[in-house]
Nanobody
Framework: QVQLVESGGGLVQAGGSLRLSCAAS????????MGWYRQAPGKQRELVAV???????DYADSVKARFTISRDNVKNTLYLQMNSLKPEDTAVYSC???????WGRGYDYWGQGTQVTVSS
């Protein structure tokens, strides 16, 4: 089992910044990818950003140049620095982690989600 604990969400005015964190613990083994997804009310969940074990990153077009994904491999923690926030960024943000446990089994886990609300 892998446990994911997210933090950093909240209410911010448009143009402001927030930093999300997702700490992984448990039978982590080797983490292959870590990512952030978001789901706004009435909309499907969408990928925000992802980072691989080789530090390759990919972003949704809507957040490029505003958001930065990073990871601390020692702390097994994922971050999302969100700048120049817009009201349309309002959503529940969830982290997703995939890897291979120390017993050689693949896994894919989700965090509980953290609310980000951007006021206009």
């Amino acid at each position: 089992q892998v446990q994911l604990v997210e933090s950093g969400g909240g209410l911010v005015q448009a143009g402001g910044s927030l930093r999300l964190s997702c700490a992984a613990s448990g039978s982590i083994g080797i983490i292959n990818y870590m990512g952030w997804y978001r789901q706004a009310p009435g909309k499907q969940r969408e990928l925000v950003a992802v980072i691989t074990s080789s530090a390759d990153t990919d972003y949704a077009d809507s957040v490029k140049a505003r958001f930065t994904i990073s990871r601390d491999n020692v702390k097994n923690t994922l971050y999302l620095q969100m700048n120049s926030l817009k009201p349309e960024d309002t959503a529940v943000y969830s982290c997703n982690v995939g890897g291979t446990s120390q017993w050689g089994r693949g896994y894919d886990y989700w965090g509980q989600g953290t609310q980000v609300t951007v006021s206009s």
